[in-house]
């Protein structure tokens, strides 16, 4: 009884601990006029997201309220504001806030393209926080190096670039030039991947942590148990002379007939190219 006393102490004390030491955020509404309000919420979504995913912070959802300075807590304040510009593209801001230390910080970068503001949004806020803790970080350009090897990747990678479809699950793919893309989930998921090729190989693996919504095939219950420690999910594809990609995902699937058991396995997959 003794034993079991003194373990249960030690588990409430480590976790009081945690939570002492990390740190909340109130994470608030996008601002923006952008007629595009489905695409405002999937961003707001993914920052929401990708914050969770920070080490050192509790992030608490304020997603249906906008910020207001009278009601700031004690806490970090967040939020974000996205706007067309008229000169096309996008501009994003973010905005994190600690009005009990009358600190305020902001950052805003314009995107070409509205993914490429989905795929800088964990660095994004990072960069964000450290500027607020007053750990600013600076961005130095350097004039680029380029070995042929690597004009021969973006070469390879430039046939690819562009949006994709045809899982049943996914509602589009998005590759980039850089080696990097976007897919966005129809339940309103998105997963950052890296892309490489290989004469008409294509690998594709997420990047960043895994969670229930990347596995819509499998029962809610079985994802969310088995979500934290599933392997990145993969394609292994080959772009054909038609110009699909076809070949095979590795991800996790449901184990023989039982609604909670799963294993990882792999599937076919066509995806062919959106106009």
Known sequence: MKTRFFLQLIILSTAAAFSHAATQVDFYATESSSQDTGMIQMTTDHFYSQF????????????????????????????????????????????????????NVSSTKKYESYYMILLDAKPSLENLLSNLSG????????????????????????????????????????????????????????????????GSSVHIIQTGRSNASYFPEL?????????????????NLVLTAGGSLEGSKQTLIQNG???????????????????
């Open 52 to 103: 969770q995913t920070i080490d050192g912070y509790i992030v608490i959802d304020h997603r249906k309220d906008h910020f207001s300075m009278e009601e700031a807590t004690s806490n970090i304040s967040f939020y974000a504001e996205i706007q067309e510009s008229p000169e096309g593209g996008w501009i994003c801001t973010l905005n994190a806030i600690k009005a009990a230390e009358n600190k």
């Open 219 to 235: 029962p809610r219950a079985a994802a969310l148990k088995n979500a934290a420690s599933a392997p990145p999910v993969e394609w």
């Open 257 to 275: 007939n039982s609604p909670s058991e799963v294993k990882k396995g792999t599937v076919n997959v066509v995806w062919q190219r959106r106009k």
């Open 135 to 198: 750990n600013s970080k600076v961005s130095v350009s350097q004039p680029e190096q380029k070995d042929n090897h690597e004009d021969e990747r973006h070469t390879d990678i430039e046939i690819l670039a562009g949006t994709w479809a045809g899982e049943e699950f996914i509602d589009k793919i998005l590759i980039l030039r850089s080696g990097k893309g976007v897919i966005i989930y129809k339940n309103g998921a998105i997963m950052n991947v890296s892309v490489s090729i290989d």
